[in-house]
């Protein structure tokens, strides 16, 4: 049974940061894509970054290239999404997901191609 459990949200100025986490476990497939997403009130859910877990090779959406960084330590199966120089247009419910199939290189797959999912962190940049 995977669980995925994150952490680390809070409140934050526009221009701070927060690192968020992923806490995994009971995952037993060799390789896996994992990655965050958030949703705003109103909004679809969005992926942010991803990564494989093979290469930890990331791919991030435009909206926060630069700014965030996503990573993992494998020994503590734990996701991490470092977001640095936040805006308000980030405040949202931020989500840990993951899925045997690898991710592809060029995109973030849609959420609804991910199989396990946290129950999220909110996020708020005022």
């Known amino acids: 049974h995977v669980q995925l459990v994150e952490s680390g949200g809070g409140s934050v100025q526009a221009g701070g940061s927060l690192r968020l986490s992923c806490a995994a476990s009971g995952y037993t497939y060799s390789s896996y894509c994992m990655g965050w997403f958030r949703q705003a009130p109103g909004k679809e859910r969005e992926g942010v970054a991803a990564?494989?877990?093979?290469?930890?090779?990331?791919y991030y959406a435009d909206s926060v290239k630069g700014r965030f960084t996503i990573s993992r330590d494998s020994a503590k199966s734990t996701l991490y999404l470092q977001m640095n120089n936040l805006k308000p247009e980030d405040s949202a419910r931020y989500f840990c997901?993951?899925?045997?199939?690898?991710?592809?290189?060029?995109?973030?797959?849609?959420?609804?191609?991910?199989?396990?999912w946290g129950q999220g962190t909110q996020v708020t940049v005022s």
């Open positions: 997901a993951a899925d045997p199939l690898s991710c592809p290189r060029n995109r973030i797959r849609s959420a609804n191609a991910f199989n396990f």
């Open positions: 990564l494989n877990s093979r290469d930890s090779s990331p």
